[in-house]
């Protein structure tokens, strides 16, 4: 790969003019750590353009300019559709920067941000994005490492995921100065090992490191591996972990395939000559993936909930390990033989409901989040849920019957998987999401039946009208057991994307009022046998 430092070009003060008067009626369009951004009219060519202006005042620093200014010429060189054109260096009396095409839109780091909770609705979007970031790093490379990739970095075309625009390549100088300059202005979170140890020699697999944890930034919903030195500013050190115990993306979704976790692994090694070779090879990989089925938009008629059975029997229910008065005490009761939902009934389902009955729709049915059709339906009454499940030939669980599925039949069980508190590859709780995510995204979560969502996400109807005192007041061995209570309250079970993490417990019970519709509350359906 051709490197900055060995480009000559005796003209280049004539080719890359410091022209002030050229460019006039500037107003500011975005701020950074490093530099602020401009739009400008550049009267010799009558057309607006966007000018980065470093915030560090560089125009003493000849070798620096001329470090950049060769940067600059090498970039000018890349034609690509998701590299944004390069034209100058501004050398004037605002300071030094880089005279680039204005694109309108915004920044990955802002959609980010603005789509937390989609990711299993907008996953095949982020690995075309991962892929697009790909091709045109496999043409940048050819000439040029950028050095400081990061969403910040990536600008998207009106706002949309799939026309993103690498920014910046020519403002990243191979020299110490510039060096120095890359770690206190760029994100250290993004940046590769080799980099922060000045090793000899940076080539494009930092850019590929770096690349790595974008993506499985894109594929978390926003969750950075321990991995990154995200805090090497702080502790001067490179980070120690497990590299065995970093979690693959498809701890956070069902959806993402093992060889598209081995990728992005692999893109994250610290040990460079671990990483792949070339971008190419990457967007090679990427093109043989195999998505599995919950990668594709579901149509209605595959909205099928599957479902698991709980056989007849004695099964233990309430808590005995230091739970509230209201989850105790803990009693052996008897079940008929049921089955129900491994996962809540999402907004697909419910609008299959909707279009069938004429029933209201939700309020937040439309929402971009909330009502995108894999993650749970919400803003129903316990009235609401209950029609949904007459029309698809079921009921609510009881809150027993579906702490008892909940536990996968299994006493000891304290959280769906089993005794330890949960992860946050686990479920969707505590605020970790600020908001609902598509069912099963947290599959690690699952309990032995393959049911989803028991812990998190919403908090899910029973049919039971609520008694605070339901556990010491039915008899052991009781058969079926429900409330009797008369109440405008209704059971609730399994806790919410903002539940405290005591919710988390299986055995953790609330009440609601009937008619309350709220945006963390849901439901499954269960069925007799």
Known sequence: MAQASVIHEPDS??????????????????????????????????????????????????????????????????????????????????????????????????????????????????????????????????LIIHRDLKPANIFLRRGDIGDPVIMDFGLSTPDNAATALQLEGGTPKYMAPEQFLRLPDIDHRADLYALGILAYELLTDGHIPACSLKDVHKTGVLPQFDPLALPAPSAFCAAIPPELDRLVLSLIEHDRDRRPASAAEIKAVLDQVVLLDPFRPLQPAQHQSKLAVIESGAYLVGDKNGGRSVDQPQKKIRLGAFRIAISPVTNAEYRRFVAATGYKAPLLGDHPQFGSDLHPVVMVSWDDACAYAKWAGGRLPTELEWEVAAKAGNPQNIYPWGPNAPQITQANIDNVCSATTPVGSYRTGNNSLGMTDCCGNVWEWCSDSWDDSLLKVIPADCLNPRSSARSELRALRGGSFDSPLVASRITFRRGLEASVKRADVGFRVAYDM
Not at 71 to 96: A, F, K, M, W
Not at 105 to 134: I, M, P, Y
């Open 13 to 142: 003060r004539a080719e890359l003019r410091s022209a002030s008067k050229r460019f006039v009626d500037w107003s500011p369009v975005g701020k950074g750590g490093s530099s602020d951004v401009y739009k400008v009219f550049d009267a010799e060519l009558g057309i607006a353009l966007a000018i980065k202006i470093l915030k560090q005042d560089h125009r003493a620093d000849r070798r620096y300019i001329e470090s950049l200014r060769r940067e600059v010429l090498i970039s000018r060189q890349l034609r690509h559709t998701n590299i944004c054109p390069i034209h100058d260096l501004y050398e004037g009396d605002r300071g030094v920067g880089i005279v680039m095409d204005l694109i309108e839109g915004h920044d990955l780091k802002q959609w980010l941000l603005e789509n937390r909770g989609t990711l299993l609705d907008s996953l095949s979007k982020r690995v075309a994005l991962f892929g697009k970031l790909c091709s045109a790093l496999t043409v940048a490379h050819s």
